[in-house]
């Protein structure tokens, strides 16, 4: 029953995945390029940002052309209107890494004030809840999506951490400022990637049970 | 090739077969016409037989054929008319209306001999009418039934059961659907089959034989009891009890070229009406 | 739109000799509201429309068991006026019936039959119906014309005309716009939402979308149960039974 509609589907989800995959990486690279002050894979995840906008226009797209031709109702409609939702999150997300990347090029080859532990700690926190989270969303495991969706407290909690022991350092140091300050958006970003991260997993708690939680 | 041939040779054989019809009916015209037609002229149509039917004309028969078709269609048509109503739109499809309808296809079936006997046992022995108009007319009224009843069912069954539904859907009752919006389109159906049907029976003799016709009556009925002259009858006996039967053979043959005359303008009524009353549907 | 029950159906059974079309349905429909029935053919939706005006009488080892309630009264019971309960509960069918009668003669059949004589009366219930059915435009000058020579889609609405001009309270139509073109289907949808104003109406439609387009509640019927019974919203974007999810996205067999 409704072959075409369920390829279309089928097809629609694996492009999702294709273009998490991609947002995964360019987390991944910014904070690869900050630990090692690489303005080459720096740049590349700038540029790497046009490919997910590209992205989301097709995505969004293909779910306004499924839901005019195919009607779908039930399930089929929340599924591809949280696809639509999701992608936009992703979008943002990978506009996120980009500004990470942003700050890492600002930062340059100057040393860094501090070991970074707190950042790559955050930074792993938040790639596995969004891995994780594309995993809910294609075995539809409400459990996990909620499971993550409560993580988010810890990735707030790191930022804030962050964020005072910068303040301290900026104080002890005004010429620390400059860089201080970047650090603190470079945190401030990741945290906004895991409120969005959030956004999918209510969106897929959504998706299965039509119930609007918020987390 | 002998697939073409048998196909011709079908073909020829239903030809023919039509052939075969149209010649035996223009026969049958061409006999009947040649052979009465100068018997007819205005005193034969308007007078009174004379002389032991040897002169003068078959007045008091066409009159009388024509008072006993009347009542033939008075008792025929309306009991046809609600026994048809009855069993289209009322009955159940039991086993009673299962009953009703062999009994209309067996009396369809009855010769008409035997409804003249009918007719002498029951109307003019038991209820005591004598032999009249009144005995004769009910008999053929009853013979004439099944074609009636047949024809009106028909015209009922042509009427589309969704204006029934919608009538109903309307807060109608059934006999207000009925006489509002199934007769008025089923009427002209049942007209001409039962005038058809009607035709048939001006021309039959056995049924009236023992009911009420009479070879020579000195005046014309003056009431539903009297006995009366038909044109069937007349022609009957003058064909085979005259006591002069070849003096009389001219006007035997005018009598049946006026009995087939008259029914063929009774159908022709029905048709004209039937013309009439599709037109009507056509232009709506 | 208020929440009043205008029909209450209990434990409804509905049988065709030994076959039973209608399996222990019940439901409420509420007053001035518009309730879809949907689901596969031979479902018993068209059953149980026919339940609610009685008309499932004319057919034939048709039997029916427990309570329809309009108004509080049950229509089953006995001593009903059948006639006045089809006055006020009106029908409309799938095929367009006139009958072969003028425009004008098809609206005032009804209010004549029910006893109105007087012209200007009956002239008035005409000219209303007509409006109310958005036809009114369309045949004013011409209402002594046959009401056959209709198009399909005025035919429709010259149907809800007469089935409106017996002033009912209840509207039944049985797949009203499933014989017309799309265009004629979305002016009978747009003058059903009007007409919901009104009147309660209950329609049975397999065609979901419309449904979804115009219902306030829909109830989901399979092989003469109901599955589901809810707000149409809910129906459409969570119901709550598996069938009824297989039905409206189309992946039943």
Not at chain 1, 174 to 181: C, Y
Not at chain 2, 70 to 96: D, H, Q, W
Not at chain 3, 146 to 158: E, I, Y
């Amino acid at each position: 029953m409704r072959k075409n509609f369920n390829e279309e589907l089928k097809k629609l989800k694996n492009e999702m995945l294709k273009m998490s995959s991609i947002v995964e990486e360019s987390i991944y690279d910014s904070v690869e390029a900050l630990k090692n002050q690489d303005l080459n894979l720096a740049e590349k995840v700038r540029e790497k940002d046009d490919r997910i906008d590209e992205f989301e226009k097709k995505l969004e797209e293909k779910c306004i052309q499924l839901i005019a031709l195919q009607q779908p109702v039930a399930r089929d409609l929340r599924t591809i209107i949280v696809i639509s939702k999701v992608v936009t999150d992703l979008e943002r997300i990978g506009d996120h890494a980009s500004n990470i990347a942003l700050m890492v090029e600002n930062i340059g080859q100057k040393k860094l004030i501090k070991p970074l532990i707190d950042v790559p700690r955050m930074t792993e926190i938040v790639n596995r809840r969004l891995r994780d989270s594309l995993k809910a969303f294609v075995e539809v495991d409400v459990d996990l999506a909620q499971k993550i969706a409560l993580e988010d407290d810890e990735v707030d909690k790191l930022d804030e951490q962050i964020l005072r022991e910068l303040l301290t350092f900026m104080m002890e140091d005004p010429s620390t400022i400059g860089q201080a300050m970047y650090l603190i958006f470079i945190s401030r970003f990741l945290e906004r990637i895991g409120d969005h991260t959030t956004n999918i997993c209510e969106r897929i708690i959504y998706m299965d049970t039509g119930q609007r939680d918020e987390y | 090739m002998s697939r073409k041939y048998k196909q011709f040779f079908g073909f020829m054989a239903l030809r023919l077969a039509g052939l075969i019809v149209l010649f035996v009916l223009f026969y049958i015209i061409y006999d009947i016409v040649s052979k009465g037609l100068s018997s007819i002229n205005w005193e034969f149509i308007s007078q009174p037989p004379r002389r032991g039917m040897t002169e003068g004309g078959i007045y008091p028969a066409i009159v009388g054929t024509f008072y006993v078709t009347v009542i033939t269609a008075l008792v025929s048509v309306p009991l046809g008319m609600f026994g048809a109503i009855y069993l289209n739109e009322y009955a159940k499809k039991g086993r009673l209306s299962r009953l009703i309808r062999m009994a209309i296809r067996n009396l369809a079936g009855v010769p008409s001999i035997v409804f003249g006997l009918f007719g002498v046992a029951l109307f003019v022995q038991w209820f005591n009418f004598g032999p009249s108009l009144i005995s004769a007319g009910f008999t053929l009224g009853l013979m004439t039934l099944p074609v009636t009843i047949t024809a009106s069912e028909e015209a009922l069954k042509t009427v589309p059961d969704a204006y029934r539904k919608g009538s109903l859907a309307l807060g109608a009752t059934r006999w207000e659907t009925i006489k509002t919006n199934v007769l008025p389109l089923a009427i002209p159906g049942m007209m001409t089959g039962s005038i058809l049907g009607l035709a048939r029976a001006a021309g039959e003799t056995a049924p009236i034989l023992f009911t009420g016709a009479a070879f020579f009556l000195p005046h014309l009925p003056d009431s539903p009891f009297s006995q009366f002259m038909a044109l069937p009858y007349h022609l009957y006996i003058l064909a085979t009890q005259h006591h002069n039967i070849s003096v009389v053979r001219p006007i035997a043959y005018a009598t049946a070229l006026v009995l087939i005359v008259l029914v063929l303008l009774i159908n022709l009524t029905a048709i004209i009406l039937r013309i009439k009353y599709r037109k009507k549907f056509e232009n709506k | 739109m208020n929440n009043k029950t205008k029909v209450k159906v209990e434990n409804l059974n509905c049988f065709y000799d030994d076959f039973q079309a209608l399996k222990d349905i019940n439901m409420e429909i509420k007053s001035k509201e518009i309730t879809a029935l949907i689901g596969p053919s031979g479902c018993g939706k068209s059953t149980f429309l026919r339940c609610l005006n009685r008309m499932n009488d004319l057919i034939e080892g048709a039997r029916i068991e427990g309570i329809v309630c309009i108004d509080d009264y049950d229509i089953y019971q006995n001593g009903t006026d059948v006639v006045s309960l089809r006055k006020k509960v009106g029908m409309v069918f799938q095929q367009p019936n006139p009958f072969p009668k003028s425009i004008y003669d098809n609206i005032a059949y009804g209010p004549r039959i029910h006893g109105i004589k007087d012209r200007s009366r009956l002239n008035e219930i005409v000219e209303k119906s007509l409006k109310n059915s958005a036809l009114w435009e369309e045949v004013k000058d011409r209402l002594d014309t046959s009401a056959l020579d209709l198009s399909g889609g005025q035919q429709q609405r010259l149907c809800i005309a007469r089935a409106l001009a017996v002033e009912p309270d209840i509207l039944l139509m049985d797949e009203p716009a499933s014989a017309l073109d799309p265009v004629a289907t979305s002016r009978i949808e747009d003058l059903m939402k009007d007409l919901a104003e009104n009147y309660t109406i209950v329609i049975v439609t397999h065609n979901m979308q419309q449904a979804a387009r115009i219902s306030d509640r829909t109830g989901f019927f399979l092989m003469g149960e109901l599955i589901e019974f809810d707000r149409t919203e809910t129906i459409f974007e969570k119901p709550a039974q598996q069938k009824t999810e297989d039905y409206i996205t189309g992946r039943f067999g």
